[in-house]
């Protein structure tokens, strides 16, 4: 009897999209749900006549498949993961290989990784984005885990996943246990500063000048023909211009209270425990608590006061710097972004592929755009970058574009509209410059009121020492600096 290529677990529409997926590639896949009637549903209906078999049990699901065993699991994250799992490993056999699509927490994925290898199997946290439609029609891809199960999944990973332009596989090798898990989750807290810094243009836009949607409409179709080209203009774009059946425009129907599943605040937790300035991020994720406020900021907009001035200027002027703007603050988001993934890999000891990173981010994901071409050039260019900022492309780029940059945030600031995201980027951007910052007072506050020492500019790093400020005669310090 002909057995399956790979298993799946999980028939809600992301697991049936990849197995339809998958299938269309030429593999055979058997399928298996918790609920079993879905089984059912899922074969007579969607895989009707088509290259997959449905189980009943574990034990069919297992017996369907060729060894080495390949099983995905597309199922919730969290508890869901480790009971099937558990449920997996006293039918599985020594090699086989367990898969998690979902967007599980990278530190589950290290702790399951050992877990699942310590039993003699092998184990694979995949980040998946793209949606529903990248799961039918070609996702970004992001494995990692035990090296020695890549080569049994390659085919069908790279085969399933979505292409560049130039027809390179968005889909490899990450990394040992968690990377796979890490590198998704940075792309969400990246897709959180993209789509933060999309929404503050509209409202400049909207509030500040006065636009229609039909005018933001043409303005994010133009920006999606030249250096912003990305799903998510391409999708703003679309958004303005749609109209329900009563020739409303939706967007203007829906509440202003932001939803997250979560993975932008760890990328968020994440930098402040790997010591990281994901600026841009973390203000994109504080948005959207501040956006949930909606009946405290109904109270607050009848109570507190601002400017209400709009644009008087120069309109085509103020939206190509607003354009500028837009693109620099993005080259911050993506720096800042790969800072901590080379935080990660030197916490983790990951041999992270920067550039291959960016070439799985090209196609597929949410944060697919033609950017990311230049990101994985850089890294090219010198693998060693340690700032994306510090390549010559994108240091002219944000020199070009640094003028119109500051002028967007100083009139927003003026008008009164909140631009956190891209003004937290540009003052990142202006502390990453500084050779000199002001924390020597900072410094010198500490060792005052905590005796917490300070290193000496005129001394050799790692040379500690203690001023006895207030002349107590006192000299004993603390234990600990942590710069």
């Not at 070609?138 to 890549?150: H, I, R």
């Not at 009139?411 to 956190?420: L, S, T």
Request: proline fraction near 3%; glycine fraction near 10%; hydrophobic fraction near 40%.
């Amino acid at each position: 009897m002909e057995k399956a290529d790979i298993g799946v677990i999980g028939l809600a529409v992301m697991g049936e999209n990849l197995i339809l997926n998958m299938e269309d590639n030429g593999f055979r896949v058997a399928c298996f749900n918790r609920t079993v009637s879905k089984v059912d549903d899922f074969i007579e209906g969607r895989a009707k006549g088509k290259n997959i078999v449905g189980c009943h049990s574990i034990e069919e699901f297992v017996g369907e498949l060729a060894k080495p065993r390949k099983i995905m699991l597309m199922v919730k994250a969290g508890s869901a993961v480790d009971a099937f799992i558990d449920k997996l490993l006293p039918h599985l056999e020594e090699g086989d290989i367990i898969i998690d699509g979902g967007n599980s927490h990278y530190p589950d994925t290290v702790r399951r990784t050992a877990y699942v290898e310590k039993q003699g199997k092998r184990y694979i946290g995949t980040g998946i984005s793209g949606g529903e439609e990248g799961a039918l029609h070609g996702p970004s891809m992001m494995p990692g885990g035990t090296a020695e199960a890549w080569e049994h999944v390659k085919p069908i990973f790279q085969a399933i996943c979505a292409r560049t332009p130039e027809g390179e596989p968005c889909c490899d090798w990450v990394g040992e246990d968690g990377a796979g898990h890490f590198v998704k989750m940075t792309h969400n807290g990246i897709e959180y500063g993209d789509m933060q810094m999309i929404c503050e243009c509209y409202q400049i836009m909207k509030d500040g000048l006065g636009m229609s949607n039909e005018e933001m409409h043409e303005v994010f179709s133009e920006w999606n023909r030249g250096e912003l080209d990305s799903y998510l203009i391409a999708i703003t774009r679309d958004i303005l211009a749609f109209k329900d059946e009563d020739g409303r425009y939706v967007v203007d129907q829906i509440l202003d209270s932001a939803g997250q599943k979560g993975t932008g605040k760890w990328t968020a937790i994440e930098s402040l425990q790997l010591g990281q300035p994901l600026t841009l991020i973390g203000e994109a994720v504080y948005a959207r608590f501040l956006s949930a406020l909606v009946e405290t900021r109904e109270n607050a907009s009848k109570v507190l006061s601002g400017p209400s001035s709009q644009f008087d200027g120069d309109k085509a002027g103020f939206l190509e710097d607003l354009r500028q703007a837009l693109y620099a603050s993005k080259i911050v988001s993506y720096a800042q972004g790969y800072q901590l993934l080379r935080a990660a890999a030197c916490e983790h000891n990951w041999q992270l592929n920067y550039g291959g990173i960016a070439l799985m981010w090209r196609g597929g994901c949410i944060i697919r755009s033609v950017f990311l071409g230049k990101i994985k050039e850089a890294f090219e260019r010198n693998p060693e970058l340690e700032n994306l900022l510090l390549d010559p492309f994108f240091k002219e780029a944000v020199e070009n574009a640094q003028s119109a940059w500051r002028r967007v945030v100083a009139k927003a600031v003026e008008m009164g509209i909140p631009v956190p995201a891209m003004s937290s980027a540009l003052a990142f951007y202006d502390g990453f410059r500084h050779q000199r910052l002001p924390q020597n007072l900072l410094q010198a506050q500490r060792d005052y009121f905590g005796a917490h020492t300070y290193e000496r500019v005129d001394r050799a790093r790692g040379e500690f020492f203690h001023t006895d400020w207030i002349g107590s005669g006192s000299g004993t310090s603390a234990s600990t600096y942590n710069a």
